[in-house]
């Protein structure tokens, strides 16, 4: 499978961010034609932090409040869960669909 180019990648979470969240801004850390590093922050103190590199196809996305993570998702040696009751576990999973990890930490939000 051909990895993903880091702007279609870009767009494929801009556009899930649009239909779960209101508003949101990103902040570019490191944009390149092979790297992305941003984090979109959602309000005061929450932001998801997103890693993506088309050369090993390595992504993360990680929901962090008050500077901890709380939930995620990442393929750091296969794809896994960090459960939002306890962030730290890892539970193995399929590879989720970019809007379903947005969903997923659209309803975190919700109660936080």
């Known amino acids: 499978m051909t990895p993903l180019a880091v702007e279609v990648f870009l767009a494929e979470i801009s556009a899930s961010l649009s239909r779960s969240f209101p508003s949101y801004t990103i902040e570019f850390l490191l944009r390149t034609p092979k790297s ?16 993506y590199n088309a050369r090993n196809e390595r992504m993360d996305f990680a929901l962090i409040r008050d500077g901890k993570r709380v939930f995620g998702y990442d393929n750091l040696k296969e794809w896994h869960c960090h459960p939002s009751d306890d962030p730290s576990r890892h ?5 989720p669909p970019v809007d379903h990890i947005i969903s997923e930490i659209c309803r ?5």
């Open 36 to 51: 992305l590093k941003v984090n979109v922050h959602l309000g005061e103190g929450i932001f998801i932090a997103v890693r």
């Open 108 to 112: 975190l939000c919700s109660g936080l």
């Open 91 to 95: 539970i193995p999973c399929e590879k």
